[in-house]
């Protein structure tokens, strides 16, 4: 139990804090929306930091309406490939797919990866559309247009279909099928959006920096960068809200209710690109997102973008950019 004269050291919400198994986050929860049936996720990459001059659209700010300077987060976003419709069937034990449809020629990227996980099957059939209870989309990345990534597999994952009744959502996928969506067609601007991706992993660290928790005094006998105490005898074993050295970083973490403000074509890449690129990353030259604030994940790291799950605040009208900051990233 923490002393009554401070909180405890780290939270406890991130337990087990061990590496993550993939780089590209995973999407393990979907919000419910209503109205026509439209996809609820994308994906783009991480490419870097700027600032941007707005007018404050926040109703309740002390600086509402007028023009503040804000740090932004960029990310591409070119098009996603649907390669097949997933559909689930719902029992007691949560969703389980019942049948599969996809295209009928995979791009040779696609059908290396593919072969390596199994073989592709369809095992959807028209007479079972009354014992389908959800569909999704299987999409696919297209690293190879964005010259920022050095890998160029693509990652293969899972997007779902909100709104309408399930024969719409089945019409809906089915209309999406062999061909690319945009951003576009996920969100828009002044809306909220969740980023979902891994952090930047900082590999073995010490009890100090890895929960902050303070240095022992000088005269301690061998250690001042250690904890007190593992914990009391009884029980006799120790806790995991023991705070200890371990693996920090490369984590999977949700960065909630990000407005984006702003969603521009491939033919507006001029208008972000900093003299010179973004470190580490260089130029972007597909579609690309503004997000309000930071985004987990260093760059290049694949991020994974759905609809707002706990959004509290009314979406903005309108948006208002006045300036982009375009100067060099470089130091110079």
Not at 143 to 153: E, L, M, Q
């Amino acid at each position: 139990m923490a002393t009554p004269h401070h909180s405890r050291r780290g939270s406890t919400a991130y337990y087990p804090r061990k590496r993550a198994k993939s780089p590209a986050g995973r999407i393990r929860s979907w919000p419910e929306v209503n109205g026509a049936p439209k996809i609820q996720g994308f994906a783009g990459y991480k490419v870097g930091m700027t600032h941007v001059e707005m007018l404050d659209y926040r109703k309740t700010s002390v600086t509402a309406g007028q023009s503040i300077a804000s740090a932004v987060t960029v990310i591409e976003v070119p098009p996603l490939r649907v390669i097949a419709l997933r559909y689930y069937s719902d029992s007691i034990d949560g969703l389980k797919v019942i049948g599969e449809h996809w295209v009928e020629k995979l791009d040779d990227d696609l059908l290396r990866l593919i072969n390596k996980r199994g073989k592709v099957t369809n095992g959807y059939q028209e007479n079972m559309v009354d014992l389908v209870d959800d569909v999704r989309l299987v999409v696919a990345t297209n690293p190879s247009a964005v010259t920022g990534v050095p890998s160029k597999t693509p990652d293969i994952f899972e997007l779902k279909i909100g709104g309408g009744s399930i024969p719409d959502r089945i019409k809906f996928a089915d209309s999406k099928l062999g061909k690319e969506i945009p951003f576009s067609e996920f969100t828009k601007e002044g809306q909220f959006v969740d980023a979902i991706g891994v952090t930047k992993g900082k590999g073995f660290t010490g009890h100090v920096e890895r929960f902050g928790v303070k240095l022992l005094p000088r005269k301690n006998r061998k250690h001042r960068r250690m904890i007190g105490t593992l914990g009391p005898w009884h029980p006799d074993w120790v806790r995991n809200t023991v705070p200890q050295a371990g693996q920090m970083g490369f984590q999977q973490r949700t960065a909630y209710n990000l407005r984006v403000l702003r969603v521009a074509p491939k033919a507006e890449v001029e208008s972000v690109n900093p003299k010179g690129g973004f470190v580490s990353y260089g130029l972007v030259r597909n579609d690309y997102v503004l997000l309000h604030g930071s985004v987990p994940g260093p760059s290049k790291r694949l991020i994974k973008l759905r609809d707002a799950a706990r959004q509290r605040v009314v979406t903005a009208d309108k948006i208002t950019l006045s300036y982009v900051s375009v100067e060099s990233k470089q130091g110079d």
